[in-house]
Protein backbone atom coordinates (compact mmCIF):
# COMPACT_ATOMS: atom_id res chain seq x y z
CA UNK A 1 0.00 0.00 0.00
CA UNK A 2 1.22 3.34 -0.93
CA UNK A 3 2.04 5.48 1.98
CA UNK A 4 3.19 8.87 2.91
CA UNK A 5 3.99 10.00 6.38
CA UNK A 6 4.69 13.04 7.68
CA UNK A 7 6.96 14.78 10.93
CA UNK A 8 5.94 16.11 12.96
CA UNK A 9 2.05 16.53 12.82
CA UNK A 10 2.63 19.57 14.86
CA UNK A 11 4.93 22.29 15.40
CA UNK A 12 4.78 25.98 17.69
CA UNK A 13 7.73 27.87 16.51
CA UNK A 14 8.31 31.81 17.81
CA UNK A 15 8.39 34.29 14.93
CA UNK A 16 11.77 34.38 13.29
CA UNK A 17 12.51 30.67 13.81
CA UNK A 18 13.55 28.44 11.04
CA UNK A 19 11.65 25.06 10.47
CA UNK A 20 12.38 21.85 9.41
CA UNK A 21 9.05 19.65 7.91
CA UNK A 22 9.96 16.30 6.87
CA UNK A 23 8.20 13.65 4.68
CA UNK A 24 9.01 10.16 4.03
CA UNK A 25 7.37 7.60 1.34
CA UNK A 26 7.33 4.22 -0.05
CA UNK A 27 5.14 3.94 -3.12
CA UNK A 28 4.76 1.32 -5.75
CA UNK A 29 5.86 3.87 -8.60
CA UNK A 30 7.17 7.20 -7.86
CA UNK A 31 7.18 10.29 -10.41
CA UNK A 32 7.37 13.12 -8.16
CA UNK A 33 6.67 14.80 -4.65
CA UNK A 34 4.87 17.38 -4.16
CA UNK A 35 4.11 20.22 -1.23
CA UNK A 36 1.37 22.49 -0.56
CA UNK A 37 0.10 24.79 2.22
CA UNK A 38 -2.90 24.58 3.19
CA UNK A 39 -4.81 27.88 5.42
CA UNK A 40 -8.69 27.12 4.79
CA UNK A 41 -9.40 24.80 2.39
CA UNK A 42 -7.63 24.76 -0.42
CA UNK A 43 -4.54 23.87 -0.44
CA UNK A 44 -2.17 25.89 -2.60
CA UNK A 45 1.62 24.37 -4.40
CA UNK A 46 4.70 24.83 -3.20
CA UNK A 47 6.95 23.09 -4.71
CA UNK A 48 7.10 19.46 -7.40
CA UNK A 49 10.15 17.75 -6.96
CA UNK A 50 11.65 15.14 -9.19
CA UNK A 51 15.23 14.56 -8.93
CA UNK A 52 17.41 13.64 -5.80
CA UNK A 53 19.68 16.25 -4.48
CA UNK A 54 18.28 19.27 -6.37
CA UNK A 55 16.94 22.39 -3.85
CA UNK A 56 13.82 24.03 -5.17
CA UNK A 57 13.48 27.38 -3.36
CA UNK A 58 10.96 29.93 -3.69
CA UNK A 59 11.79 33.27 -1.10
CA UNK A 60 12.57 31.77 2.66
CA UNK A 61 10.67 28.33 1.34
CA UNK A 62 13.29 25.67 -0.12
CA UNK A 63 12.66 21.73 -0.19
CA UNK A 64 14.35 18.83 -1.47
CA UNK A 65 14.40 15.36 -2.11
CA UNK A 66 15.96 12.39 -1.25
CA UNK A 67 15.07 9.15 -3.37
CA UNK A 68 17.48 6.82 -2.29
CA UNK A 69 16.26 7.72 1.16
CA UNK A 70 12.99 8.22 0.42
CA UNK A 71 11.79 11.40 1.75
CA UNK A 72 11.98 15.23 1.81
CA UNK A 73 12.53 18.28 3.69
CA UNK A 74 10.99 21.73 3.32
CA UNK A 75 12.71 24.33 5.42
CA UNK A 76 11.28 27.84 6.47
CA UNK A 77 13.56 30.32 7.34
CA UNK A 78 12.72 33.06 8.94
CA UNK A 79 9.14 32.73 9.89
CA UNK A 80 6.35 35.01 9.90
CA UNK A 81 2.70 34.94 11.64
CA UNK A 82 1.41 34.41 7.64
CA UNK A 83 3.29 30.97 7.59
CA UNK A 84 0.77 29.48 10.26
CA UNK A 85 -1.18 26.74 8.02
CA UNK A 86 -1.09 23.29 7.05
CA UNK A 87 1.51 22.00 5.11
CA UNK A 88 1.23 19.08 2.94
CA UNK A 89 3.25 16.49 1.49
CA UNK A 90 1.86 14.55 -1.59
CA UNK A 91 3.85 12.00 -3.66
CA UNK A 92 2.32 11.26 -7.40
CA UNK A 93 1.90 7.85 -8.64
CA UNK A 94 3.35 7.12 -12.10
CA UNK A 95 0.83 5.96 -14.28
CA UNK A 96 -1.89 6.73 -12.57
CA UNK A 97 -1.90 10.71 -11.84
CA UNK A 98 -2.79 10.17 -8.37
CA UNK A 99 -1.58 11.80 -5.11
CA UNK A 100 -0.97 10.14 -1.82
CA UNK A 101 -1.04 12.70 0.62
CA UNK A 102 0.71 13.02 4.20
CA UNK A 103 -0.79 13.96 7.41
CA UNK A 104 0.10 17.04 7.54
CA UNK A 105 2.26 19.33 9.63
CA UNK A 106 0.11 21.85 11.65
CA UNK A 107 2.86 24.84 11.97
CA UNK A 108 1.91 27.44 13.91
CA UNK A 109 4.09 30.64 14.45
CA UNK A 110 3.63 32.88 17.60
CA UNK A 111 4.80 36.40 17.54
CA UNK B 1 -2.40 27.64 -14.15
CA UNK B 2 -5.83 26.53 -14.39
CA UNK B 3 -8.69 28.31 -12.04
CA UNK B 4 -11.39 26.40 -10.68
CA UNK B 5 -14.31 28.06 -9.13
CA UNK B 6 -16.26 25.41 -6.75
CA UNK B 7 -19.61 25.74 -5.19
CA UNK B 8 -20.86 25.90 -2.78
CA UNK B 9 -18.60 26.81 -0.45
CA UNK B 10 -20.12 25.60 2.38
CA UNK B 11 -23.43 24.14 3.35
CA UNK B 12 -25.21 22.49 6.64
CA UNK B 13 -27.50 19.34 5.72
CA UNK B 14 -29.96 16.85 7.22
CA UNK B 15 -29.14 13.74 7.42
CA UNK B 16 -30.48 11.22 4.63
CA UNK B 17 -30.88 14.05 1.82
CA UNK B 18 -27.84 14.88 -0.76
CA UNK B 19 -25.90 17.57 -2.04
CA UNK B 20 -24.00 18.12 -5.27
CA UNK B 21 -20.87 19.87 -5.49
CA UNK B 22 -19.79 21.90 -8.59
CA UNK B 23 -16.19 22.45 -10.12
CA UNK B 24 -15.74 24.77 -13.44
CA UNK B 25 -12.64 25.19 -14.46
CA UNK B 26 -11.52 27.78 -16.80
CA UNK B 27 -9.78 25.35 -19.42
CA UNK B 28 -10.15 22.13 -21.11
CA UNK B 29 -8.43 19.13 -18.74
CA UNK B 30 -8.83 15.43 -19.59
CA UNK B 31 -8.83 14.58 -15.98
CA UNK B 32 -10.51 15.80 -13.03
CA UNK B 33 -10.17 14.54 -9.19
CA UNK B 34 -12.35 14.70 -6.60
CA UNK B 35 -11.23 14.05 -2.53
CA UNK B 36 -12.35 14.08 0.85
CA UNK B 37 -10.59 16.07 3.96
CA UNK B 38 -12.60 14.42 6.85
CA UNK B 39 -11.59 16.68 10.32
CA UNK B 40 -8.18 16.53 11.35
CA UNK B 41 -7.27 14.74 8.62
CA UNK B 42 -5.12 14.77 5.04
CA UNK B 43 -6.75 13.98 1.68
CA UNK B 44 -8.00 11.23 0.58
CA UNK B 45 -8.97 10.44 -3.46
CA UNK B 46 -12.69 9.75 -3.96
CA UNK B 47 -12.46 9.25 -7.90
CA UNK B 48 -11.05 10.47 -10.84
CA UNK B 49 -13.54 11.69 -13.35
CA UNK B 50 -12.83 11.56 -17.16
CA UNK B 51 -15.07 12.97 -19.91
CA UNK B 52 -17.16 10.60 -22.07
CA UNK B 53 -16.05 7.72 -19.54
CA UNK B 54 -17.44 6.21 -16.23
CA UNK B 55 -15.70 7.64 -13.00
CA UNK B 56 -12.71 5.28 -11.34
CA UNK B 57 -13.20 4.96 -7.59
CA UNK B 58 -10.98 4.48 -5.19
CA UNK B 59 -10.91 1.60 -3.03
CA UNK B 60 -13.64 1.76 -0.04
CA UNK B 61 -15.76 4.93 -2.60
CA UNK B 62 -18.67 3.37 -4.38
CA UNK B 63 -20.69 5.38 -7.34
CA UNK B 64 -23.95 5.04 -5.68
CA UNK B 65 -22.78 6.86 -2.42
CA UNK B 66 -20.53 9.32 -4.78
CA UNK B 67 -21.84 9.55 -8.10
CA UNK B 68 -20.02 11.86 -10.39
CA UNK B 69 -20.85 13.57 -13.79
CA UNK B 70 -18.47 15.06 -16.12
CA UNK B 71 -20.29 16.19 -19.29
CA UNK B 72 -17.44 17.94 -20.91
CA UNK B 73 -14.14 18.72 -20.01
CA UNK B 74 -14.14 22.07 -18.10
CA UNK B 75 -16.79 20.70 -15.79
CA UNK B 76 -17.91 18.38 -13.22
CA UNK B 77 -19.69 17.40 -10.50
CA UNK B 78 -19.53 14.93 -7.22
CA UNK B 79 -22.95 14.41 -5.12
CA UNK B 80 -22.81 12.98 -2.11
CA UNK B 81 -25.80 10.56 -1.16
CA UNK B 82 -28.02 9.97 1.80
CA UNK B 83 -25.87 11.65 3.91
CA UNK B 84 -24.83 10.96 7.44
CA UNK B 85 -22.89 12.51 10.31
CA UNK B 86 -19.77 10.78 9.02
CA UNK B 87 -19.95 12.92 5.32
CA UNK B 88 -19.46 16.18 7.09
CA UNK B 89 -15.59 16.86 5.85
CA UNK B 90 -14.46 19.30 3.33
CA UNK B 91 -14.62 18.19 -0.58
CA UNK B 92 -12.21 19.65 -3.06
CA UNK B 93 -12.06 19.11 -6.73
CA UNK B 94 -8.38 19.06 -8.72
CA UNK B 95 -6.83 19.53 -11.95
CA UNK B 96 -3.73 19.17 -13.43
CA UNK B 97 -2.40 22.07 -13.64
CA UNK B 98 -0.75 22.26 -16.96
CA UNK B 99 1.80 23.63 -18.86
CA UNK B 100 4.61 21.85 -18.07
CA UNK B 101 3.17 20.20 -15.07
CA UNK B 102 3.43 22.95 -11.92
CA UNK B 103 1.55 20.78 -9.61
CA UNK B 104 -2.45 19.84 -9.56
CA UNK B 105 -4.58 22.75 -9.12
CA UNK B 106 -7.43 22.51 -6.04
CA UNK B 107 -10.78 23.92 -6.27
CA UNK B 108 -11.69 26.83 -3.17
CA UNK B 109 -13.73 23.59 -1.58
CA UNK B 110 -16.83 22.81 0.07
CA UNK B 111 -17.04 22.52 3.83
CA UNK B 112 -20.07 20.11 3.99
CA UNK B 113 -21.40 19.48 7.63
CA UNK B 114 -24.35 16.84 8.24
CA UNK B 115 -26.75 17.52 11.30
Known amino acids: EDKVVQSPLSLVVHEGDTVTLNCSYE??????LLWYKQEKKAPTFLFMLTSSGIEKKSGRLSSILDKKELFSILNITATQTGDSAVYLC???????????FGQGTRLTINP | SAVISQKPSRDICQRGTSLTIQCQVD?????MFWYRQQPGQSLTLIATANQGSEATYESGFVIDKFPISRPNLTFSTLTVSNMSPEDSSIYLC????????????FGSGTRLTVV
Open chain 2, 27 to 31: SQVTM
Open chain 2, 94 to 105: SVDSGQGFNGYT
Open chain 1, 27 to 32: VTNFRS
Open chain 1, 90 to 100: AVEIQGAQKLV
